[in-house]
Nanobody, 123 residues
């Protein structure tokens, strides 16, 4: 049974760094994406990693600042967030998708959304 658990969120100041974790136990197919939903906005894809070849993709707003990686032995996918900005404030989620490009949709191919982890960027 697939279970996704996000953690690592918190309050950070602009320009600082934060690392989010997603433990994806029971993942048998698909890739992992990171998504976020800011207050009053729709959920959007942020980044994804192809679990077959470790290719990674990012939306333009985070490219060069965020980095996604995984530790297969721990069933964990990380989102390293550097030089965060106030507009990065959101609840961050991980989910299962097919990761082939920077066009990261919110249509999950397996499972459902977890509880997410809150990131607040504020001085």
């Amino acid at each position: 049974q697939l279970q996704l658990v996000e953690s690592g969120g918190g309050l950070v100041q602009p320009g600082e760094s934060l690392r989010l974790s997603c433990v994806a136990s029971g993942l048998q197919r698909g890739d992992i994406g990171w998504f976020r939903q800011a207050p009053g906005k729709e959920r959007e894809g942020v980044s994804c990693i192809n679990t077959g070849n470790d290719n990674t993709f990012y939306v333009r707003s985070v490219r060069g600042r965020f980095s996604v990686s995984r530790d297969s032995a721990k069933d964990t996918i990380y989102l390293q967030m550097n030089n965060v900005k106030p507009e990065d404030t959101a609840v961050y989620y991980c989910g299962v998708l097919w990761c082939y490009s920077a066009h990261i949709t919110t249509d999950l191919v397996w499972g459902s959304w977890g509880q997410g982890t809150q990131v607040i960027v504020s001085s």
